[in-house]
DNA sequence: TTGTAGGCGTTATCAC
DNA sequence: GTGATAACGCCTACAA
């Protein structure tokens, strides 16, 4: 049963108000002096009424529509399930509404199109590639954006995790236990998470005075993980001896990366030990367990909503957000073997 | 660099034409008759200007918001991932963005304040519990809205999988491959999809003229899984004999139960043959490929939103989605081993 | 073929 | 302490 819609007026008319104070009284405006029962019989009014401000005409007036936009490029990577519940509980928090979408590059132009003028107050850009033209699109949009997680070229405006340290931290742990051939399983070349974990896993390598092993780049699937696994266990005239331990750039490659070795013949963590990057609940049930570094993911969601807030038109925001990065220790790492 | 918002009327002062025509050029009024050098000019100064027409505005005049709104428990479940997809394609080529909120039971309620009057044009509820005071709210709020994958008491409009379906494909297999003692791990009791997965299982028991085995709830979670898993795996009174096989209702379950399966020291699909509904691109990553049942997800999601745009307010909607079910044969069922 | 005008529901600036 | 009034930007009958 769909009742007519109830406005202001009739508030106001049923407390005998000027829709005026009922609309100071909705938005608790400190500057009204009133009586406490006026008061009272507006309240009671937009009780007995069920009245809700209409968002429309409360956007259309203030050109504020407490809604953040949020843009990803896959609801199932879980990843971005971590940024996105912590994007929205913080707009939530904020009293505001966070709509968020799916699309990649070409996509989210024709998507801005559909969002219009005036119903977003700020979007986040998460995992997205590299586009000059989509960056050109936003800034004429005119509302504030960055880009979340990772970087793009020309782009002055992100906030990131400290990924070069993630990486490091899972190597440090490869060499504490043993592992002196430890090679890389990359991400993709073009990902700017990618580039800095690799860079971190060259540190921490050459700190701890071993040379680089192998590196191949994948993607962040399983089907990635597993083809560049495949190369990195071929014997190749490089490296005459096979790696003891595998840095993985990403936990979905991992997952992938995992079954390769056992396609091989393999064991885990016996003939080859493995840590990636991002932890998931997933990873405590994998066969063995895997070891993981876990990031700050929600808190980069959060902090994301946070600036998106409070941004000046013209700032720049080059931040790398500092948070708990921890070592999650499970059965997928071991001393070397032999 | 923000530039000042562009109205109809600079559109209209640039092409020397009134407002109204703007308006009716925008978005392409068949009745308007234009001369083809007019609508030139009109076009090239939207063009020109960068004009994109004010949604505020535009949803005030014509109580419309060109925006749907999903409501599902988690993001982080890929289940509601494919959901997702589904409904989100579906909204874009309606020309509609979709708005997805994660919130339970009164999170909902308070999420529904935030997201006020007109903002949205209707309403999808995925996985939501039975909650007769959120009901009476989305009833006030004047919004079509629809129950997505599973139902809720009293509620008279919904979208469902043919999940005793799934679930009798899933017993089938078991029973085709040659199990005679096959154990239910089924859902949470409160849940609907749980209910009609259990009796997809009961039916095709009966229908193959086995007795039903040991039936065990769980929650949908690798832990809930795990913990069941061990109990069905637990030697008792009852059941003289272990089951060969186990129809788990959920994917997420059906991995935890995999790891309490290894913990008892036992081997998939050895011992126990392991098949869940809900099909992932994880599966076939796991260890060993778990057998699935592939359910429709994203065209539920897909249909759910076509629904929403053609509801009269007062219509009732109980539908079983026609689509593809298909058993995806995998490593971790197979004949059984004595 | 194009222009006029009223109003969607709200907020902000006045006045009383 | 409370009320009147003018926008916000757009759509749409109706008029010209």
Redesign the pocket.
């Known amino acids: 049963m769909m009742r007519t819609?109830?406005?202001?007026?009739?508030?106001?008319a049923m407390a005998?108000?000027?829709?005026?104070?009922?609309?100071?009284v909705?938005?608790k405006?400190p500057t009204?002096?009133?009586?406490p029962?006026?008061?009272e019989r507006v309240l009671a009014a937009i009780e007995e009424l069920g009245?809700?401000?209409?968002v429309?005409?409360?956007s259309?007036?203030?050109?504020r529509a407490h809604m953040f936009g949020l843009f990803i490029p896959d609801f199932a990577n879980p990843v971005y399930a971590e940024i996105i519940k912590g994007a929205e509980a913080e707009a939530a928090s904020q009293g505001y509404v966070l709509v968020t979408g799916s699309a990649t590059g070409a996509g989210l132009g024709e998507y801005m199109d559909r969002i219009g003028?005036?119903r977003i107050d700020g979007l986040l850009l998460a995992g997205a590639a590299d586009d000059s033209a989509l960056t050109a699109q936003l800034d004429q949009a005119a509302i504030p954006w960055l880009m979340l997680n990772n970087r793009s070229r020309g782009v002055k405006r992100y906030v990131i995790l400290d990924d070069q340290r993630a990486a490091a931290i899972a190597v440090e742990h490869l060499v504490l236990l043993g592992h002196r051939r430890i090679a890389h399983l990359a991400g993709p070349s073009r990902a700017d998470t990618a580039a800095r974990r690799s860079a971190g896993y060259s540190a921490a390598m050459r700190d701890a005075g071993l040379p680089e092993g192998p590196i191949v780049a994948a993607d962040y699937t399983p089907a990635g993980g597993a083809a560049a696994m495949a190369r990195l266990l071929t014997p190749s005239s490089d490296a005459a001896e096979p790696p003891t331990a595998v840095f993985v750039a990403n936990v979905a490659s991992a997952i992938g990366a995992m079954q390769a070795v056992r396609a091989a013949g393999l064991e885990i963590p016996r003939d080859v030990s493995i840590v990636a990057v991002h932890d998931l609940e997933l990873a405590s049930y994998l066969h063995p367990a895997l070891t993981t570094v876990r990031m700050p993911l929600a808190e980069l969601g959060r902090r994301g909503v946070t600036l998106l807030g409070s941004l000046k038109p013209d700032d720049t925001v080059a931040e790398v957000l500092a948070g708990p990065i921890e070592l999650i220790q499970r059965s997928s790492t071991a001393p070397p073997g032999r």
């Open positions: 819609r109830v406005t202001l007026a009739d508030v106001a005998r108000v000027d829709r005026a104070v009922v609309s100071r909705v938005n405006d009204l002096n009133i009586r029962e006026t008061r009245y809700r401000p209409n429309a005409a409360r259309l007036r203030t050109s003028q005036g």
